[in-house]
């Protein structure tokens, strides 16, 4: 069966360390991961993009990996600010079909 | 450029009663979807359209119609309004190519059920 798994569920840092969600899948065929940012009350907006032949991909300060053998992916948020509270998901999409795979999010909140 | 507008953005409708949601899109994307958030899962797929005339289920359509007569819309219908329905429903569109193309989603319709 075609999942996406996310971790933690939720997680409160302070305002500018680091941290690092993670999330497993296990949709095949595989075709690309994608990161949302969804903040509290809006629809999720696309962070980053990566597909099978990639393993690493930045935008700003959010950097995310993918280990397509172990079907793994982590967004990385460095220096965290109070505007990275929101809710992060993971999407993956498989080679057929139209579906898109949503994990159920980890939500982060930054605290000053 | 709007994006993806959806109306309304607050409903609470009472049990048997049936109401359209309006999603617009002023991107020429090809792709729409319907999503449903329930409190800490997943956005689930309802229906999708990849084109004018063409519509498809989703994950869970029980309850819900909808159609595709423009590119620009793609309404969701539902008909006898039950408490499950409760939910923030999302509308998303995309080009459609590549495959690596992005989901543009809209700001959500919170839906109450009593």
């Known amino acids: 069966k075609n999942q996406v798994e996310q971790s933690p569920q939720s997680l409160i840092i302070l305002e500018g360390k680091n941290c690092t969600l993670q999330?497993?899948?296990?949709?095949?065929?595989?075709?690309?991961l994608r990161w949302y940012k969804q903040d509290t009350g809006r629809g999720p907006v696309s962070l980053t993009i990566?597909?099978?032949?990639?393993n690493t991909k930045s935008n700003g300060r959010y950097t995310a990996t993918l280990d397509a053998d172990t079907k793994q992916s982590s967004l990385h948020i460095t220096a965290s600010q109070l505007s990275d509270s929101a809710s992060y998901i993971c999407v993956v999409t498989p080679n057929t079909g139209n579906q898109f795979y949503f994990g159920t999010g980890t939500s982060l909140t930054v605290i000053p | 450029n709007a994006g993806v507008t959806q109306t309304p953005k607050f409903r609470i409708l009472k049990i048997g009663q049936s109401m359209t949601l309006q999603c617009t899109q002023d991107m020429n994307h090809n792709y729409m979807y319907w999503y449903r958030q329930d409190p800490g899962m997943g956005l689930k797929l309802i229906y999708y359209?990849?084109?004018?005339?063409?519509?498809d289920k989703g994950e869970v359509p029980n309850g819900y119609n909808v159609s595709r007569s423009t590119t620009e819309d793609f309404p969701l219908r539902l008909e006898l309004a039950a408490p499950s329905q409760t939910s923030v429903y999302f509308c998303a569109s995309r080009p459609g190519f590549p495959s690596t193309d992005t989901q543009y989603f809209g700001p959500g319709t919170r839906l109450t059920v009593l």
């Open positions: 359209s990849v084109g004018a005339g063409i519509t």
């Open positions: 990566m597909t099978f032949s990639e």
């Open positions: 999330c497993n899948y296990t949709v095949s065929p595989f075709s690309n």
